[in-house]
């Protein structure tokens, strides 16, 4: 099952313009080249992120992502790590809206499907508690460039235990027949992370967490709101399935950790958060 990209929107070209600028002010040492990229991936890394946190678990990953997509301003795995990766050791510290609390903190990890052939899904995040697990999937700017779903055969063909008769599948069906449904949101990403969350957590509470950045001007282009609005249709269709789906803003995210009163630590760390991610385009 895959997202066909079609083409990368005016907005985006617009946002990862000014994503290079913030990176360029906040580490004005490092040299990035004009697509973005910084020589090394440990020069896009937030002061209280360090590589023994995340560096094995992107390692074990697929795609090779440290020695290239990791190395962009604009990398939504990047996001994820400089967002997450001081909790590693401070999962104590981290909540999440109704969500927690947790014990252990894993990036790309893979929940199989169960389907013979292909590859995992690897979910940007991965939360777990005694009760509950989160899986996170983390978006930068790949959502403003127009989609177009498809899914191979195999998963109409093999799924048949309870999966089946959830809404997650219903959709699916649907996007089969109608694959231009969501321009904006990658729906068919999240269905196979639904079908891999399911499958790997059976004994506990399970959510599919989609966090997405904006810019600190999302009224500036109508392709925010279509997002936020793709967003809502896909949760009114698979509501009441498992794993239960959420989504929110990286920046609605950190407000609540702000309003929260942070410990110092955080509070240093949002402060780097922002500097590096809230920008107006």
């Known amino acids: 099952m895959e997202q066909i990209s079609l083409g990368k929107s005016p907005i985006r070209s617009r946002a990862l313009t000014k994503l290079r600028a913030a990176f360029a002010r906040q580490r004005p040492d490092i040299l990035i080249d004009d697509k973005g990229y910084a020589p090394d991936f440990r020069d896009t890394l937030l002061p209280l992120v360090m590589t023994d946190d995340f560096e094995a678990d992107l390692q074990a990953g697929d795609g090779n992502e440290l020695q290239t997509k990791f190395r962009a301003a604009h990398s939504s795995s990047g996001l994820a790590v400089n967002c997450f990766a001081p909790f590693r050791n401070r999962t104590e510290d981290l909540t999440l809206p109704c969500l927690g609390p947790f014990d252990t903190l894993q990036f790309e990890q893979k929940c199989p499907t169960g389907l ?10 991965l939360l777990s508690g005694p009760t509950k697990v989160v899986g996170i999937e983390s978006k930068l700017t790949e959502y403003l460039a127009r989609h177009r779903a498809a899914f191979s055969s195999a998963y109409a063909e093999q799924i048949h235990d309870d999966r089946r008769h ?20 990658d729906a068919a990403q999240l269905i196979k ?3 891999g969350l399911t499958r790997c957590f059976r004994d506990r ?12 001007n999302p009224d500036a282009a109508p392709e925010f709101a279509a997002h936020r ?18 989504a929110m803003s990286y920046p609605e995210l950190w407000r609540t950790w702000h309003d929260a009163g942070p410990a110092t630590w955080l509070a ?7 500097e590096r991610y809230e920008v107006t385009v």
């Open 268 to 274: 240093q760390h949002l402060a780097a958060l922002r």
């Open 205 to 216: 509470h399970v959510t599919l967490l989609y966090l997405y950045w904006e810019p600190t």
């Open 166 to 185: 959830q809404g997650y599948f219903r959709e699916m069906l649907r996007l089969v027949d109608a694959p231009e449904s969501y321009v904006w949101l």
């Open 229 to 246: 609005q793709e967003i809502k249709t896909f949760a009114e269709r698979v509501a009441g399935s498992t794993p239960e789906f959420r």
């Open 116 to 125: 013979r052939g292909g590859r995992a899904p690897n979910l940007d995040v």
């Open 193 to 195: 992370h639904a079908f």
